[in-house]
Nanobody
Framework: QVQLVESGGGLVQPGRSLRLSCAASGSIFSIMSMGWYRQAPGKQRELVAT???????NYADSVKGRFTISGDNAKKTVYLQMNNMKPEDTAVYYC??????????????WGQGTQVTVSS
């Protein structure tokens, strides 16, 4: 069984920073990539940023230059450093991992989500 556990969400003022963490655990054979998605009320879930096991990154245009994704392969953990935050960043942030467990092929796994609210 695979679990993704997120932490670091909360309330932050516009212009300030917040850091999210997501740790994967369980019967993991190999992780291809990890990333963050978000869903605001009334909107579809959208990609924020992803990182491959080799370190290649991809960002949504709306967060380029403000958010930085990084990973620790040994810890099976991905981080999202969010700087200069804006009210439109308010959403539930979900961790995603594309990985293979010992008894299954590669599949997508999701965390439970963590609320991020940007407001003065």
């Amino acid at each position: 069984q695979v679990q993704l556990v997120e932490s670091g969400g909360g309330l932050v003022q516009p212009g300030r920073s917040l850091r999210l963490s997501c740790a994967a655990s369980g019967s993991i054979f190999s992780i291809m990539s990890m990333g963050w998605y978000r869903q605001a009320p009334g909107k579809q879930r959208e990609l924020v940023a992803t990182i491959t096991s080799g370190g290649s990154t991809n960002y949504a245009d709306s967060v380029k230059g403000r958010f930085t994704i990084s990973g620790d392969n040994a810890k099976k953990t991905v981080y999202l450093q969010m700087n200069n935050m804006k009210p439109e960043d308010t959403a539930v942030y979900y961790c995603n991992a594309y990985l293979a467990s010992y008894n299954l092929g590669y599949s997508d796994y999701w965390g439970q989500g963590t609320q991020v609210t940007v407001s003065s």
